[in-house]
């Protein structure tokens, strides 16, 4: 089993341009989510669902859009990027919400 | 809104020496766990405490979860160069039990050989 996955692992976009982040898993869990990490903050969460079809904001989800149209996919946008945005990227998933988490290598977005 | 706050935010110990994090929350948690970041890494699960006054251990690591299931330590003796990274815990609020973590600010632990 891969677990997690992620693509694409860097990234470097410029003021306004868009791309989407693909997280990818194979272990049938209903629970994906979508974190950024940046220094001294920890990880805050930006979307989340709770199964296929299904999408919930997070505590930073402005500038962000998700889409779960397959339980093994969770696909993050970004519409039009900021400099705001640039962080790394993590991707998890878990069988419950109150489960352990399985978090995908992460993808390192800068945008200029 | 919900917090997590987690104290020391760095700490470096000369190796063998002990290190300690902690974790407090501004409400009740239902469960907390714990993660651990080596550099350049992604988290990686540790443990999950749920009741009240748990404590469990991995090794050398030893965790505690509060009476009040408000707070949480993590503890880990005689550290060595293999614990170095950083350690988050993370927590679900009991009024939202069962869909999110709210993660705290990590622990970042360098160990001096």
């Known amino acids: 089993n891969a677990g997690v996955t992620q693509t694409p692992k860097f990234r470097v976009l410029k003021t306004g341009q868009s791309m989407t982040l693909l997280c990818a898993q194979d272990?049938?869990?209903?629970?994906m989510y979508w974190y950024r990490q940046d220094p001294g903050m920890g990880l805050r969460l930006i979307h989340y669902?709770?199964?296929?079809?299904?999408?919930a904001k997070g505590e930073v989800p402005d500038g962000y859009n998700v889409s779960r149209l397959k339980k093994q996919n969770f696909l993050l946008g970004l519409e039009s990027a900021a400099p705001s945005q640039t962080s790394v990227y993590f991707c998890?998933?878990?069988?419950?919400?109150?489960?352990?988490?399985?978090f995908g290598p992460g993808t390192r977005l800068t945008v200029l | 809104g919900q917090q997590v706050m987690q104290i020391p935010q760095y700490q470096h110990v000369q190796e063998g020496e002990d290190f300690t994090t902690y974790c407090n929350s501004s409400?009740?948690?239902?469960?907390i766990q714990w993660y651990k970041q080596r550099p350049g890494g992604h988290p990686v699960f540790l443990i999950q405490?749920?009741?009240?006054?748990e404590v469990k251990k991995q090794k050398r690591l030893t965790f505690q979860f509060g009476e009040a299931k408000k707070n949480s330590s993590l503890h880990i003796t005689a550290t060595q160069t293999t614990d170095v990274g950083t350690y988050f815990c993370?927590?679900?609020?009991?009024?939202?039990?069962?869909?999110?973590?709210?993660f705290g600010a990590g622990t970042i632990l360098r160990v001096k050989s």
């Open positions: 998890a998933s878990s069988t419950q919400g109150h489960n352990e988490q399985f």
């Open positions: 272990m049938n869990h209903e629970y």
């Open positions: 669902s709770v199964g296929e079809g299904t999408t």
């Open positions: 409400t009740t948690l239902s469960n």
């Open positions: 405490l749920v009741k009240s006054g």
């Open positions: 993370a927590g679900t609020p009991s009024e939202e039990y069962g869909n999110k973590l709210v």
